[in-house]
């Protein structure tokens, strides 16, 4: 018995009425969704960590995962595991007519290349059904990774700024007319909105240089978590907690720690 079909096996006891796990076979894929989505973001942990034995457990995490969901469509009568396995096989045979297609039918030389391919084959995949340029971006993603996708969506039928000046024009603009609001006393709701227009032209700028805004964002929370936490290593060693300091104390550290911890960061 192949390593998959043990796993397929596994899923079946568990979700089998009689005598399979009372949790599992309570779950829907509502429920099982947030483990999915959590699951794959323990995977990118394990990469950022170079961790190669975390990242093969949770590899296998996150295959379960799927592997749940196909069971609870099997029996819906909706679909199997195979109609999974064999749908992206289709789709990674469509989208690369360079690798699969008639030999020399299409040329593609390098992998920026191949994004533009692929990209383009989604494009004329969503035309054919239809659907808005700005179909199937999922809701669910992290709201920096799907500003960043939607922007590269309008962008692909020439919505965007000529370069990435425009963008950060417009960013100081928002950046106005939030300070404005701010002076204006406006309402919670209205200045909620006023900073999401900046946090989408922010990812706007990322996306001209290049710059996955997620990566950034994870490194400056690290970088964060390096400074703040000599404030609290200095305070400490004069015998106080950050509690016990005040912001220009803090400040200084803060400043001190930035020179201290600047090749790492």
């Known amino acids: 018995m192949s390593s998959i079909d043990r796993l397929l096996q596994i899923m079946a006891r568990l979700r089998d ?26 995977v990118a942990d ?3 960590r170079e961790d190669s034995a975390a990242l093969r457990d949770e590899l296998g995490d996150l295959l379960f995962q799927v592997v749940f969901h196909s069971q609870m469509a099997r029996e819906q009568g909706s679909f199997a595991f195979d109609d999974v396995v064999a749908a992206i096989c289709d789709k990674l045979e469509r989208r690369h007519p360079h690798v699969f297609g008639p030999q020399g ?10 994004t533009v391919a692929w990209e383009e084959q989604k ?14 971006v999922p809701l669910a993603l992290p709201a920096l990774t799907r500003a960043n996708k939607l922007g590269k969506r309008a962008a692909l039928v020439g919505f965007e700024w000529p370069n990435v000046t425009g963008a950060l024009d417009k960013l100081d603009e928002e950046l106005g007319e939030l300070r404005k609001g701010l002076g204006e006393q406006a309402s919670p709701a209205e200045i909620t909105d006023e900073l999401g227009d900046v946090l989408f032209c922010v990812v706007n700028v990322c996306r001209y240089l290049g710059v996955d805004p997620e990566g950034a964002l994870r490194g400056a929370n690290s970088k964060f978590e390096r400074r703040f936490g000599y404030v609290e290593q200095r305070l400490q060693e004069q015998g106080r907690s950050a509690r016990e300091a005040t912001l220009e104390e803090m400040d200084k550290l803060w400043d001190e720690g930035k ?6 960061d």
């Open 123 to 136: 494009r004329l995949e969503r035309e054919r059904s239809g659907k808005s340029v700005l179909a199937d």
């Open 46 to 48: 394990a990469i950022e």
């Open 259 to 264: 020179k201290r911890l600047s090749d790492s």
């Open 17 to 42: 009425p009689q005598g399979g796990c009372p949790w599992d076979l309570e779950q829907t894929f509502g429920t099982i969704a947030p483990y999915t989505i959590e699951e794959a973001y323990e």
């Open 105 to 114: 039918d299409v040329q593609i030389d390098s992998a920026g290349a191949q």
